[in-house]
Nanobody
Framework: VQLQAFGGGLVQAGGSLRLSCAAS????????VGWFRQAPGKEREFVAA????????YYADSVKGRFTISRDNAKNTVYLRMNNLKPEDTAVYYC?????????????????WGQGTLVTVSS
């Protein structure tokens, strides 16, 4: 599976963005998926995860209530809707797919990764 994330950009604090992650090579409709992010000088951190059918979500406390993860298995695409963005959300955002139907907040849960898309939030 090849994953490609896009939709990042520069946004003012309080604004919104929607990231997309398109899969190719094979369907990932039976896979758990997740989003992670990595800010400059920091380790990669978990953002959100979603099970194969899209009805079980899991969020980092720092984004809960502001971000929404969703998927469209017919389009082989995962989304991350980000509202009320804050400067501390600035990072490269990565999508990932797991070998299992359910995945969690650890990078080792995932075996496929996209190349990342940069989100910059100005104050």
């Amino acid at each position: 599976v090849q994953l490609q994330a896009f939709g990042g950009g520069l946004v003012q604090a309080g604004g919104s963005l929607r990231l997309s992650c398109a899969a190719s090579g094979r369907t990932f409709s039976s896979s758990g998926v997740g989003w992670f992010r990595q800010a400059p000088g920091k380790e990669r951190e978990f953002v959100a995860a979603l099970n194969w059918s899209g009805d079980i979500t899991y969020y980092a406390d720092s984004v809960k209530g502001r971000f929404t993860i969703s998927r469209d298995n017919a389009k082989n695409t995962v989304y991350l809707r980000m509202n009320n963005l804050k400067p501390e959300d600035t990072a490269v955002y990565y999508c990932a797919a797991a070998p299992t139907a359910y995945s969690g907040g650890y990078p080792l849960d995932y075996n496929y990764w996209g190349q990342g898309t940069l989100v910059t939030v100005s104050s």
